[in-house]
């Protein structure tokens, strides 16, 4: 019988429309050992980050891959990161994001938080 692999992030998504990837981490040490082996970082450096933050994103545009961490659980801090993930994909795509043409900010700020709210419930849940 072969054993489960864990898996390190509590969630990965694609934004198939532009062809980004997002790792979604609620665990700050996770998010360090994942985003230093992803960008070479040395994980001391990404584990400071991760202390001082409620939240982040990362973006490395080259392999068309987000990381989305909320580490406090709160719905803010998802919309907030939410929010800079969407820009990072829509740049990325050469969308002009102006107060006429708002739409697609405000549909990718929400998939992306559908996508993440299920993994954060479950994590918080259980940590109670």
Not at 1 to 11: L, P, Q, V, W, Y
Not at 40 to 65: N, Q, V
């Amino acid at each position: 019988m072969s054993a489960k692999r864990a898996t390190s992030f509590a969630h990965t998504f694609n934004v198939q429309l532009y062809g980004w990837s997002v790792f979604l981490f609620v665990e700050r040490d996770k998010y360090a050992r994942f985003a230093s082996r992803r960008t070479g970082t040395p994980i001391a450096e990404r584990r400071a980050e991760a202390a001082d933050s409620d939240g982040l994103t990362l973006c490395r545009k080259d392999a068309h891959e987000l990381v989305i961490a909320i580490f406090d659980g709160e719905p803010g801090t998802l919309a907030h990161e939410a929010t800079h993930a969407a820009f990072y994909i829509l740049t990325g795509a050469g969308v002009k994001l102006t107060s006429d043409n708002d739409e697609p900010l405000a549909y990718l700020v929400g998939y992306i938080v559908d996508e993440c709210i299920p993994s954060i419930v479950k994590t918080w849940k259980t940590r109670k």
